[in-house]
């Protein structure tokens, strides 16, 4: 019965002291607290808000030799339990229709401000390898700009020269990649077969661990290290953003 009493509105504690109300009777708010197992102040709330529900009523009665009246709670029929079941039911169906009107005016403030940056979260291998596979799906892709830390991809996707860049290079997908890593300037050898244009940055001048693509309204930042998570930001302005400041770093690096 508690349960029941819970899923049709009423909450945990109203459910313990009017279960304790219809067991007791009529009874004083110290009798209904250590029925119910609920706090004295506590029991005196949930009989306000019985009350205002019309399951809880009160009266006075001596109760004591001297004859000064005590008050006293009594749980109402069960019967008045529809009558929240059916108000709540009539709100429900007021607030359905109060919205449904609302709805076009609220689309309308949507749409008006604007287009909002679409921001996915990819975690783990598999997570970084749809991140890393997005850009191959999108067909009007034909550049891509990144900043990485070569050591951290090939440690974590040893593959990655193996399988990632030739499917690249199979979509004539170009890159403009600014580089770091410990063996230094080692991919300009491959750049031409690899439709790439590198530039390396010496690591102690730039201690960047991540990996960073820019390419058509998007940019994907890739966390490579501990736990390996991706996340792509669909956003015109940022990806503009970003480019101008790929393109900053390229103009200045030699």
Same mark, same amino acid.
């Given at each position: ?36 197992? $609920? ?7 949930? #009989? ?15 109760? !004591? ?7 006293? /709670? ?18 429900? +169906? ?13 689309? +309308? ?9 679409? $921001?996915? &979260? ?10 890393? =596979? ?6 009007? $892709?034909?550049?891509? /700009? ?7 991809? &090939?440690?974590? /996707? %040893? *593959?990655?020269?193996?399988?990632? *860049? %030739?499917?690249?290079?199979?979509? @004539? ?6 580089? *770091? ?5 080692? #991919?300009? =050898?491959?750049?031409?077969?690899? #439709? !790439?244009?590198?530039? /390396? ?5 730039? %201690?960047?661990?991540?990996? #960073? $693509?820019?390419? =058509? ?19 015109? =302005?940022?990806? @503009?953003?970003?480019?101008?400041? &790929?393109? &900053?770093?390229?103009?200045?690096? %030699?």
């Amino acid at each position: 019965m508690f349960e029941a009493l819970k899923k049709i509105g009423l909450s945990e504690n109203e459910a313990k002291v009017y279960l304790a109300l219809l067991e007791l009777g009529a009874a004083t708010a110290d009798e209904i607290a250590k029925k119910a197992g $609920v706090k004295r102040p506590t029991t005196y709330v949930q #009989l306000e808000e019985l009350g205002q529900m019309g399951l809880v009523t009160t009266y006075e009665k001596a109760a !004591r030799k001297d004859g000064a009246e005590k008050t006293f /709670f009594r749980g109402e029929d069960p019967e008045y339990l529809k009558k929240i079941v059916e108000r709540d039911s009539a709100e429900v +169906k007021e607030q359905e229709e109060v919205l449904h009107k609302m709805m076009p005016d609220l689309q +309308k403030l949507f749409a008006f401000a604007g287009e909002r940056p679409k $921001v996915r &979260f990819f975690e783990g291998m598999e997570g970084f390898k749809t991140a890393q =596979d997005e850009f191959l799906k999108t067909v009007k $892709v034909k550049e891509i /700009f990144s900043i990485a830390n070569v050591d951290e991809i &090939f440690k974590l /996707f %040893p *593959t990655h020269q193996n399988n990632y *860049t %030739p499917r690249r290079v199979q979509k @004539n997908i170009r890159s403009k990649l600014l580089y *770091t890593s410990a063996k230094g300037p080692f #991919l300009k =050898d491959s750049d031409e077969g690899m #439709l !790439r244009e590198s530039k /390396f940055i010496p690591q102690e001048n730039f %201690p960047f661990t991540c990996d #960073l $693509v820019i390419y =058509d309204n998007k940019v994907q930042i890739t966390a490579l290290r501990e736990k390996p998570a991706a996340i792509i930001i669909e956003d015109q =302005d940022m990806a @503009n953003s970003m480019k101008a400041i &790929f393109d &900053f770093m390229w103009k200045a690096v %030699p």
